[in-house]
């Protein structure tokens, strides 16, 4: 079993609706990651928090908001997204360098 | 420079065969290459991972082999079982000036058929 968690697992949204991606994890790890993947495509990275504070943010659109309340939290925040947006939206953690743990997804789907 | 090279794009093994997916990149940098398996509906897992001071990592069914000077790195999976059907990504990365920025390869959709 993944132990970082993500929750909803699947998410259907408006184009005009705010919603939010969680996840969680408890092992120690102090930096979290939000990956994009579409369909037969390999993981896109978004964002990287380190230590709590964002240190990458592969110029994601401003609809998409990072949030880290603290060590074993982070959330994404969505608001006015477009129907390409709807992909599966990867949480990982890690220790070190590469040695990624992910979640399980959550499948958003923009109407 | 930062692109990871992914070969073939699907694989179809017969049980008990030998699953084998091949890699290639260009930065001499990168000094971490792990494959994850990617189950449908799941998160991608780490499965294996190595370093450039080796040449050949094993686990269980699962070697990966690394040639530095020819900058690849391959995938093999002995005795492949059905059960080992899912999408493979390798992946490189560069110290850890880099937290966490994957480069992944196009992935590897395997059937290990019965």
């Known amino acids: 079993d993944t132990e970082v968690t993500q929750t909803p697992k699947h998410l259907v949204m408006g184009m005009t609706n705010k919603k939010s991606l969680k996840c969680e994890q408890h092992?120690?790890?102090?930096?979290m990651y939000w990956y994009k993947q579409k369909a037969k495509k390999p993981p896109e990275l978004m964002f990287v928090y380190s230590y709590e504070k964002l240190s990458i943010n592969e110029s994601v659109p401003s609809r998409f908001s990072p949030e880290c309340p603290n060590s074993s939290l982070l959330n994404l925040h969505l608001h006015a997204l477009q129907p390409e947006d709807s992909a599966l939206y990867l949480c990982?953690?890690?220790?070190?360098?590469?040695?990624?743990?992910f979640g399980e997804g959550s499948r958003l789907t923009v109407l | 420079q930062q692109q990871v090279k992914q070969s073939p794009q699907s694989l179809i093994v017969q049980k008990g065969g030998i699953s084998i997916i091949n890699c290639a990149y260009e930065?001499?940098?990168?000094?971490?290459f792990p494959w994850y398996q990617q189950f449908p509906g799941k998160g991608p897992a780490l499965l294996i991972a190595?370093?450039?001071?080796?040449s050949e990592k094993k686990e269980g069914r699962f070697t990966i082999s690394f040639n530095k000077s020819a900058k690849q790195f391959s995938l093999h999976i002995m005795d492949s079982q059905p059960g080992d059907s899912a999408t493979y990504f390798c992946?490189?990365?560069?110290?850890?000036?880099?937290?966490?920025?994957?480069?992944f390869g196009q992935g590897t959709t395997l059937q290990v058929k019965p």
């Open positions: 190595i370093r450039p001071d080796v």
């Open positions: 990982a953690s890690s220790f070190n360098t590469g040695e990624l743990f």
């Open positions: 992946a490189a990365s560069r110290g850890s000036s880099n937290t966490g920025k994957l480069i």
């Open positions: 930065n001499t940098a990168f000094d971490y």
């Open positions: 092992m120690g790890h102090r930096a």
